[in-house]
C-alpha cells in the first residue's frame, strides 16, 4: 500500500512532461512542488502545488491538498499577473548561467523506501524547447537511483534555490491580488 501511495504522488506530481511546447500553451516557466509524508499530520499529508507564467506576465496558480486517511483531495485555482520589475527578477533567475547549465530532471525511481519527500521541478522555456530541471529531497533511504541522479538533486537544490524562494514568496504575495478562478480542468496537469 505504501509503495503505491508513493508511486501515485511521484507519478502525479513529478511525472515528465513533453520537451516540445505548443505555441498555443506557449510559457515562461511551469513551477511544481510536491511534498508527502507517511506520518500523521495535523494538516494534509500530501500537497502539489503548480505555478504558471506565460511571456506577458499572466500567473496561473494550482494548490492541492489531500487528507490521504479520508481520501479527500482539494484543488483552489487563482490567477493573477507579475509587473515589469517582477517579471525582470523572474527572467534574471531564469536566466542564470548556472540554472542554464543544469542537467534534466531525473525521475525517482520508484517504489522508494521513504518517510517523506519533497520534489521540486521547473520547466523553462528556451527558445522553443522545454529545460526540465529539478530535485527531490527525502527522509528514509530514498529512492534508488545512481549516484549520480543523486549528486544532479543536490546540484540542482543548490541552482535553484532562488527560484523556490521567488515561487513561494509569489504564491503568498498579497500585491499580486490573487483571484480565485474555477478550474474543473488542471491546466498545470497537462
Request: proline residues 5%.
Amino acid at each position: 500500500m505504501r509503495d503505491i501511495f508513493l508511486l501515485l504522488l511521484v507519478a502525479t506530481g513529478l511525472a515528465g512532461q513533453s520537451t516540445q511546447q505548443p505555441r498555443r500553451n506557449l510559457m515562461l516557466v511551469r513551477i511544481s512542488e510536491s511534498w508527502a509524508t507517511l506520518h500523521p499530520t495535523l494538516g494534509p499529508n500530501n500537497f502539489s502545488n503548480c505555478l504558471i507564467v506565460r511571456p506577458d506576465g499572466r500567473i496561473h496558480l494550482e494548490l492541492r491538498r489531500q487528507e490521504f486517511f479520508d481520501g479527500r483531495a482539494v484543488l483552489t485555482t487563482y490567477q493573477s499577473a507579475l509587473d515589469g520589475k517582477e517579471m525582470e527578477t523572474l527572467r534574471g533567475i531564469l536566466d542564470d548561467a548556472d540554472v542554464k547549465a543544469l542537467p534534466p530532471f531525473a525521475v525517482p525511481v520508484v517504489p522508494m523506501n521513504v518517510d517523506d519527500w519533497q520534489g521540486f521541478r521547473a520547466d523553462i522555456t528556451r527558445d522553443m524547447q522545454v529545460q526540465q530541471v529539478g530535485y527531490l529531497t527525502w527522509r528514509g533511504h530514498g529512492p534508488n537511483n545512481s549516484e549520480g541522479d543523486k549528486a544532479a538533486w543536490n546540484q540542482s537544490a543548490t541552482a535553484l534555490q532562488r527560484l523556490a524562494e521567488w515561487s513561494h514568496a509569489a504564491k503568498s504575495s498579497k500585491a499580486l491580488n490573487w483571484r480565485r478562478v474555477r478550474n474543473p480542468n488542471s491546466v498545470c496537469g497537462q
